[in-house]
T-cell receptor, first 117, second 112 residues
């Protein structure tokens, strides 16, 4: 079945540093990937839609200069949290939509728990 | 505002019980997803449906387009089914935008 690998699964970083999270579709191509943020006991909040070969589309209120998204290939999208601060601590998760859609839907990564100290 | 409502928010059951989780949405959709999120955070896509009914093992998902309502059923529930179940929809008005709108989730706890 479709698998999305997200790495790292957890990371602790110092305030002011940058952290890169990778989302890789292992056995299918994904023209479109999504990045979400989830606070404890809350639902997923879409941050941005990542399209291969073009600029990401950010949701209202999400700082594009802080959350840099690169989708350089059909199997890899990256989210870089720049100059991280403690308030950026959260659970980040990606999902990938197979190119052409498919009948099963979207595949989610296992998430990355970011803690900024 | 396009909304997705789930009920109940929390559900506790005894092992073996039949479980139903409901999802209602406000306007037309092109697809509805049922997702499962375990305590560790990872999300598994259970079903994507736009009409009728789908079954996978002990899980059944149904959707009524006219009533804008979907249900997820779990037969013979087991403690390993304990998780948060999330309903998500793609609106008809989305065009080439494939993003989903999520419900707030239902926390299911199945006791042995």
């Amino acid at each position: 079945g479709a698998v999305v690998s997200q790495h790292p699964s957890w990371v602790i970083c110092k305030s002011g540093t940058s952290v890169k999270i990778e989302c890789r579709s292992l056995d299918f191509q994904a023209t479109t990937m999504f990045w979400y943020r989830q606070f404890p006991k809350q639902s997923l909040m879409l941050m941005a839609t990542s399209n291969e070969g073009s600029k990401a589309t950010y949701e209202q209120g999400v700082e594009k200069d802080k959350f840099l998204i690169n989708h350089a290939s059909l199997t890899l999208s990256t989210l870089t949290v720049t100059s991280a601060h403690p308030e950026d601590s959260s659970f980040y998760i990606c999902s990938a939509r197979p190119t052409g859609g498919g009948s099963y839907g979207y595949t989610f990564g296992s998430g990355t728990r970011l803690t900024v100290v | 505002k396009n909304e997705v409502e789930q009920s109940p928010q929390n559900l506790t059951a005894q092992e073996g019980e039949f479980i139903t989780i409901n999802c209602s949405y406000s306007v037309g959709i092109s697809a509805l997803h049922w997702l499962q999120q375990h305590p560790g955070g990872g999300i598994v896509s259970l079903f994507m449906l736009s009409s009728g009914k789908k079954k996978h093992g002990r899980l059944i998902a149904t959707i009524n387009i006219q009533e804008k309502h979907s249900s997820l059923h779990i037969t013979a529930s087991h403690p390993r089914d304990s998780a948060v179940y999330i309903c998500a929809v793609r609106w008809n008005s989305g065009g080439s935008n494939y993003k989903l709108t999520f419900g707030k989730g239902t926390l299911l706890t199945v006791n042995p």
